[in-house]
């Protein structure tokens, strides 16, 4: 079983720019699929993107389109969320999430192993 780690967040102000860093330990990260969500007091668990093992493939929600940026470094088994033009909504705990299934999934109940999550605040 994988066990995941998040780190990077923290206060930024808007328009300002975060880096976060997954890293994955127990398990090869290249034998999963990676998201990032996050969640924001009083809603629900949102999707903001996936990438494929070999990090050919992502998909993106369309709130962080052109913004934010998954990347993987298998070798490191690392996960990046690169965050720029943040703004004061993109406030919430941000999680990473790995699936051992080849699917992209969007949805929060396709990823069986979470990290603790971390918080990013984006001051207005």
């Known amino acids: 079983q994988v066990q995941l780690v998040e780190s990077g967040g923290g206060l930024v102000q808007a328009g300002g720019s975060l880096t976060l860093s997954c890293t994955a330990s127990?398990?090869?990260?290249?034998?999963?699929?990676m998201g990032w969500f996050r969640q924001a007091p009083g809603k629900e668990r949102e999707f903001v993107a996936t990438i494929a093992r070999s990090g050919s493939n992502t998909a993106y929600a369309d709130s962080v389109k052109g913004r934010f940026t998954i990347s993987r470094d298998n070798a490191k088994n690392t996960v990046y969320l690169q965050m720029n033009s943040l703004k004061f909504e993109d406030t919430a705990v941000y999680y990473c999430?790995?699936?051992?299934?080849?699917?992209?999934?969007?949805?929060?109940?396709?990823?069986?192993?979470w990290g603790q999550g971390t918080q990013v605040t984006v001051s207005s």
């Open positions: 127990g398990r090869t990260l290249s034998s999963y699929i």
């Open positions: 999430a790995a699936d051992p299934i080849e699917r992209l999934a969007t949805m929060p109940s396709g990823y069986p192993y």
